[in-house]
């Protein structure tokens, strides 16, 4: 059983970052690629970014592209989401998410409740 708690959301303005973390519990998270995923008001859960176990392979959506950056730190059982340039459209709840990998939420056993992420024009 995998367990995980988001943190780091918050109001930052047009241009600002922020920096999520994604804490987790349970010997096997290790082994597992983590997701993350995003929900603006009115629109459906989107892909964001996912990190392989190894850490060395990640995966991007088009438009974070070049501004976000997933990273895992193993000894801690956490991964980051570092969030630059950030625009008002990324305005959403963020969710992190355990499993298999990939864009795909089915592919993904445990999710956290997630983190708002608010980027104010």
């Known amino acids: 059983q995998v367990q995980v708690v988001e943190s780091g959301g918050g109001l930052v303005r047009d241009g600002g970052s922020l920096r999520l973390s994604c804490a987790a519990s349970?010997?096997?998270?290790?082994?597992?690629?983590v997701g993350w995923f995003r929900q603006a008001p009115g629109k459906e859960r989107e892909f964001v970014a996912v990190?392989?176990?190894?850490?060395?392979?990640?995966v991007y959506t088009d438009s974070v592209e070049g501004r976000f950056t997933i990273s895992r730190d193993h000894g801690k059982n956490t991964v980051y989401l570092q969030m630059n340039s950030l625009k008002p459209e990324d305005t959403a709840v963020y969710y992190c998410?355990?499993?298999?990998?990939?864009?795909?939420?089915?592919?993904?056993?445990?999710w956290g409740q997630g983190t708002q992420v608010t980027v104010s024009s």
């Open positions: 998410a355990a499993g298999t990998g990939g864009r795909t939420q089915g592919n993904y056993d445990y």
């Open positions: 349970g010997r096997t998270f290790s082994s597992y690629a």
């Open positions: 990190i392989r176990w190894s850490g060395r392979i990640t």
